[in-house]
Each structure stands twice: as structure tokens, then as C-alpha cells.
């Protein structure tokens, strides 16, 4: 007898012997596209840029493919090598230059990434519209811009640009035209026109996207799929969707209405074979099965007819770019093979950086975020030739902002090769912020200290990670000091010690505001006033900067003391005496002695008496560790020049008063209260202050209150 057991594994023997005669699949002929390894005999299909690609464009003379992603731009060999990047200039136009009034920028072509200025203006105005358009066919590269009264062009020619005064034309130019691709519509680049001017010059070229698997008629589908894993059973528009359509959706079809219902297929892995030439390369694609094989989430972008052999590209996308509901769902069985991917012959597409002898090695940048920017820079090679320039790379991947209605999003990341050469040298490169503040560090490498580190952290074993070389920097807009490179594998890692670091380019530093300072100070106070003292010690870190700070501390120092004084007087209020004697004991040690000398203010002088005064007024409720803090008030900031009658602090001559009264120092008592009383301080509060109870019968003591007078 046949136990359940027995039946299963005889049922999935079955199966599996069905499933080889039928002709499944062995996983390695087709792997998955993240995987990164389809190829044929002589071809291989590598992602090149992860993430959504906006478009494609190609350079005829540089042969070059740029493509837009991610808020930047990626400059790639025709076969797919990455060679640069930039982040996208906020004045780039359609023609691949940004032109402002002021610079431009044309890095596409020139790989430039500064600013220029434009050559001596020129004036268009005589010419005749024949004359016009025979003189801008002879730029590479050509833009309007007009206001009310005026008008000019932006002509770029070989690397230089120059503009053109074209008022008399001014009719005739539109600087929001529709000469929009399909990507520069999605990124929203700048277009401009001259009217009845079509064929003006273009130094790139738009590779527009075609369907990925080809059409149906003649030539034969450049894709086709083999066999297909059913993965998920897709319900489109959700299941919100799904029951709206059997139900409101049925009725509306039956009265007429146009339209579809929403969809049910299955999404799987399509063993897919890609026809390049004769050759075939196998991969698993994330597609529909919905009566047929449907690559909806692929696009075939071909720059030969722009670049005559430059290779074929294609990109996978978010599906829809995720404007159905349910569409979420299926973005975690695709999400690793979105992005931008070349098809090129074996081998191709490789840095000779990329191909040394040394162990695989990766630039890093630790350091404080730069505005959400990419960390750049070039690396520079021992013996370094023409076969092997300047690496550009990415040190540091940005940090891109996500917003909670934008749905799901998958970053763009870089694909640099590891390199395999000797550095000598990086220059580093970083923006403060967007188009603007760049700075520039050149870390120059000993190379003899750089190979023995290398040499050092090589391994027998297969290396599955590269070593990093980590340029570490404290304070992305401060002094070298505390800078340094360090080499690492996995927990070890080697300083080189010999590294040398110097600004190319350093934005200088903008000035803060001593207004903007008050505001922080006041803040930081306003926080200190809640009861517990929770905001506290942030506040004296704060004052204490600010006192101590040479460029600021004699213009904000009327402010932090005032503030001192405020707070002292509201725990006092609050009977938090501990708090109080805090603030005093950290205003003696370290803040008075860099700001207590500044007196322009009359505020400064006045709110030091009332942090003397309210530190006599809590003596009695001072904790015994805090007494010393009455001696230390007296000597520092009364002292010995302290002079009663010159005082305008009434409750500060009061304190005294009752200090020296405690004290039995009745000299100073008796000048204290004359100074007190001439402030408006009345006789019945020395008379009903225990303080003073010895005195109360005393006919110096009687005398003093009842002979002065309060200032009018």
C-alpha cells in the first residue's frame, strides 16, 4: 500500500521527469538580467546604470551616448564604458548646453564641467532673415532668448560661445517652443525656435526608444520568449478596480460606453532569447503573459544611425511608471533589473584602468552630506598614458530625497568598474550647493607607500569585495586639518600617512549674520525656559560658541549675557536653584571672561549686575557645593572698582544690602542701602526683612532709611 508520502514523490518524480522531455530550462542557460551575465559566443548584455533612465542621446563627433538619469547626466563610450557624469545645470537646454546670460556650460561636448564666459558679443541686427539663418547653420549648437524689448542668440561653436543680438528679430524667436523630444519633454530642459528656422544645427542627437521585442511584420521580432514561470496572477487597477469592473463596468459596456475592463494576467520570468545579428543571448526578463508575451516595462534604444557602430542599448522601467493601482505589488520581482543596459561584444567596454595587475580597488568619500550631491572625482594612474586616463568616479553615491506621494522609487546608482592600477593621485570634488559653492581637494599619494599598502592587504583568496581607498573628511567647508586616506579591507585598514591634500577650488565661506545669530541664541534660550532644564545644556554649548567666537562674541556679547540673566531669573522663579547655580557657575568659568570686558552696550554692564544680583538673592538656597559661587560673584563681577553711587540696578543694591547685613559688614550695608533707597527701594521693606532684624534698632541703620530720598 502507497502511503501519501510515497504518492507525492512519486507524483514529483513524474513531474520533473515530464518537465526535461518537455524542455524546461536549466537556470544558467537563462539568468536573471540582475545577475549580469547574458551573453552569446561573442556578445554579452551589461547593466551599465541602475535605476529609471529618462533618455538617450548620442554625440557624432565625440562618439559618445549620454544618458539623463537620476537628475544627472552619464557620458559612456559607444560600447557602453562609463566614462563621466554631471549633475544636470539648471539652464540646459534640449541642445545639450545650458546657456545663461552670464556663462555656460558644455560639458556634453567638451567634458568641461566649469563655467565659461561667453567670447565678444555679436550684433545680428542688419542682417536679413536669409543672412541670419546662414550665419547660425554655422554654430554646432544654437539657442534664442527674448524679453519684451530685446532679443539674442546663443551660439556655441567647437567649445566657444558667443551671443548674438537679434532684437530686430525679436518677433521671431519663442523660447518655450514645441521642439520636444521624448525625453527632454519628461525632464522639462529648456527649447527655444526661430520662426521658419527648422533646420538649425544640433551637435547631439535624441535616440528615441523603440519597442523592446520589435513588430510583428518584417524584419522578425528582434525578442522572443521560449518558456515562461508563472509568478504572480495580476489583478490591474487592483482589486478595488476588478470589482468596480464586474459590476459598475459590466453595466456601462452594456449601455455602450467605451472602454475596457481592467485586465487579469499572469506576470512571470519570459525565457527570453535576443537576436543580435546570428547570435542569441538568454535571459530572464519580469513580463505579462496576457494573450502573448508583452515587454511593456522594456525599451530598445539603437544610437548607430547617429554613431555607425556604437552599440545597441536597452532599459528596463517600472512598469507603467507606476500609475496603476496594484502596480506596487510587482515592483519587488523586477525591482534589481531596472535600469540602463548596453549589448556590445565581449570584452569591450572596460577601462584600462580597469585591467592592472594590482587587487580590485574602489575610491570612497566619508564625510559630512553635500546637499544630497554625488561625491566626484578623478583618480590619476602611476606611469599614466593615454591608454590609461584619468578615471572618473563616484566617492560617494547622493543621497536622493523621497516624498511620501511619490510612490515607489528606485534610486539611480553608478556602475564604475573597480580598478586594478596604482593611484597617485584624486582630485576630489563636491558641491555645497545646487549649481553653485563648488570645492575641489587634490590628495596627492606617495606611490611607493600606496603599493606596499597594497601589497599589504592582498590576498591569496578569491577577492569577492574591492579594497577602498577611504578619503576621509571632517568638515566638508573647513581647514585640512584631520583629513586623511586610508586603505581598508573589510576591518583592516592601513593610513597612509604621506597623503598630501590641498583646494584646488574652495568657495570662499559666507558670513553669518549677527542677526541670524541672535535668532539662534534666542531659540536656544526659549528651549532653555521649559521646567526640568531639559533644554539646558544645549543652551550654555550654545553661549559659550557664541562668547568665544572671535569674529562675533563683542557684537553678540550684550545678547548672551542678557540671556544668562534671564534665565537665572525664571529658575530662580521656578525655585530650581540647582539650575540657577548651574547657569552662574558657567557664566563665571566661560563665558565672563571673554565677553565681561565689552561695555559699548548699556545693556552688557546692567545685565551683569542682575546675574550678580539674583545670585546673592538665592544665597540662603544655594546647595553647600555651591556656595563659593557668592565669593566668586563678588570678587568677579562686583570687585573692588564696584562703585554704589554710579549703580542704576535698585535690586541689586537691595541684595547687597542683605548680603553685607548677613555678613556683619555694616559699613558697606549702610552705603549699600543709601544706593538701594536712592533707586526706590522703601524703607518698609528693609524693616520687614529678617536680614536687617539686628539693625532694626539701630539709629545709623534709622537714619540712612529715613535721610534718602528716591531719584526723581
Not at 487 to 495: D, H, I, N
Not at 546 to 573: M, R
Request: overall charge neutral.
Amino acid at each position: 500500500m502507497h502511503t501519501p508520502t510515497a504518492r507525492a514523490l512519486g507524483a514529483f518524480v513524474m513531474f520533473t521527469f515530464f518537465s526535461t522531455m518537455l524542455g524546461a530550462k536549466p537556470p544558467g542557460d537563462y539568468p536573471h538580467l540582475y545577475e549580469n551575465t547574458a551573453a552569446s559566443a561573442t556578445q554579452e548584455a551589461r547593466m551599465v546604470l541602475r535605476g529609471h533612465v529618462d533618455g538617450l542621446f548620442a554625440i557624432p563627433r565625440t562618439r559618445q551616448v549620454v544618458a539623463a538619469a537620476g537628475g544627472y547626466l552619464w557620458k559612456f563610450s559607444a560600447q557602453g564604458e562609463l566614462q563621466d557624469s554631471l549633475r544636470e545645470p539648471s539652464d540646459l537646454f534640449t541642445s545639450g548646453v545650458a546657456f545663461t546670460p552670464l556663462y555656460y556650460i558644455d560639458w556634453v561636448f567638451t567634458g568641461d564641467r566649469q563655467r565659461k564666459a561667453y567670447g565678444p558679443a555679436l550684433n545680428g541686427n542688419a542682417l536679413s532673415p536669409a543672412a541670419l539663418r546662414a550665419t547660425l547653420n554655422k554654430a554646432d549648437v544654437v539657442e534664442f532668448g527674448n524679453t519684451d524689448t530685446t532679443a539674442w542668440a546663443y551660439i556655441w561653436k567647437a567649445g566657444k560661445a558667443q551671443i548674438m543680438d537679434i532684437t530686430a528679430h525679436r518677433e521671431q524667436v519663442d523660447d518655450y517652443c514645441n521642439q520636444r523630444t521624448h525625453s527632454a519633454e519628461a525632464l522639462r530642459w529648456k527649447a527655444t525656435c526661430l520662426n521658419e528656422y527648422k533646420t538649425r544645427p544640433q551637435a547631439w542627437q535624441e535616440v528615441e526608444p523603440e519597442q523592446f521585442q520589435g513588430y510583428d511584420d518584417s524584419p522578425p521580432p528582434r525578442a522572443t520568449v521560449v518558456d515562461f514561470d508563472r509568478r504572480k496572477y495580476h489583478l490591474e487597477e487592483g482589486i478595488g478596480g476588478q470589482l468596480f469592473g464586474a459590476t459598475i463596468g459590466l453595466a456601462l459596456k452594456a449601455w455602450g460606453v467605451p472602454g475596457s475592463l481592467p485586465g487579469r494576467y499572469w506576470f512571470g520570468d519570459a525565457y527570453t532569447q535576443l537576436h543580435v545579428g546570428k547570435e542569441v543571448i538568454k535571459f530572464k526578463a519580469f513580463v505579462a503573459n496576457e494573450n502573448g508575451y508583452r515587454f511593456a516595462d522594456m525599451r530598445w534604444w539603437d544610437p548607430a544611425p547617429t554613431v555607425p557602430g556604437a552599440s545597441p542599448w536597452f532599459t528596463q522601467h517600472m512598469r507603467t511608471y507606476m500609475s496603476r493601482s496594484g502596480e506596487s505589488a510587482l515592483l519587488p520581482f523586477y525591482e534589481k533589473d531596472i535600469g540602463l543596459y548596453v549589448v556590445r561584444p565581449k570584452g569591450t567596454g572596460q577601462p584600462a584602468a580597469a585591467q592592472g595587475l594590482m587587487p580590485e580597488w574602489r575610491p570612497v568619500f566619508e564625510g559630512p552630506k553635500a546637499n544630497g550631491a554625488a561625491v566626484t572625482g578623478m583618480v590619476e594612474f602611476a606611469g599614466q598614458t593615454p591608454a590609461t586616463p584619468p578615471a572618473h568616479y563616484w566617492l560617494r553615491t547622493p543621497k536622493f530625497k523621497h516624498f511620501a506621494d511619490q510612490g515607489p522609487t528606485v534610486d539611480v546608482v553608478a556602475l564604475w568598474p573597480s580598478l586594478r592600477q596604482v593611484p597617485t593621485a584624486l582630485v576630489v570634488q563636491w558641491d555645497k550647493s545646487y549649481d553653485e559653492e563648488t570645492t575641489v581637494l587634490r590628495v596627492t599619494l606617495d606611490t611607493e607607500e600606496t603599493t606596499i599598502a597594497f601589497n599589504t592587504l592582498r590576498t591569496n583568496k578569491v577577492q569577492t569585495t574591492p579594497l577602498e581607498l577611504v578619503v576621509k573628511v571632517p568638515d566638508i567647508s573647513g581647514p585640512m586639518d584631520g583629513m586623511q586616506v586610508v586603505l581598508k579591507s573589510g576591518s583592516t585598514a592601513l593610513p597612509l600617512t604621506k597623503a598630501r591634500f590641498a583646494y584646488v577650488m574652495k568657495p570662499p565661506v559666507e558670513k553669518v549674520s549677527d542677526h541670524a545669530l541672535r535668532g539662534v541664541l534666542q531659540t536656544a534660550t526659549a528651549a532653555a525656559k521649559v521646567p526640568g532644564a531639559a533644554g539646558l545644556p544645549a543652551f550654555l554649548k550654545q553661549a559659550q560658541t557664541f562668547a568665544q567666537d572671535k569674529e562675533h562674541a563683542e557684537a553678540l556679547a550684550p545678547n548672551v549675557t542678557a540671556a544668562y540673566a534671564e534665565l537665572i531669573n525664571d529658575y530662580n522663579g521656578q525655585k530650581d536653584f540647582q539650575a540657577a547655580g548651574m547657569l552662574v557657575r558657567h557664566y563665571l568659568k566661560e563665558v565672563h571672561p571673554h565677553i565681561g570686558h565689552y561695555s559699548k552696550d548699556p545693556g552688557q554692564p546692567y545685565n551683569i549686575t542682575v546675574i550678580a544680583s539674583q545670585t546673592l538673592a538665592i544665597y540662603s538656597q544655594l546647595l553647600p557645593q555651591d556656595k563659593d559661587l557668592v565669593p566668586a560673584v563678588m570678587a568677579t563681577l562686583i570687585g573692588p572698582k564696584f562703585d554704589p553711587a554710579k549703580q542704576t540696578n535698585g535690586t541689586l543694591m537691595y541684595n547687597l544690602a542683605c548680603h553685607y547685613a548677613v555678613a556683619g559688614d555694616k559699613p558697606h550695608m549702610l552705603e549699600s542701602i543709601t544706593a538701594a533707597r536712592r533707586l526706590g527701594k522703601p524703607p518698609s521693606q528693609f524693616m520687614a526683612d529678617t536680614d536687617f532684624e539686628k539693625y532694626w534698632k539701630d539709629a545709623e541703620f534709622l537714619k540712612v532709611l529715613a535721610a534718602t530720598q528716591p531719584e526723581n
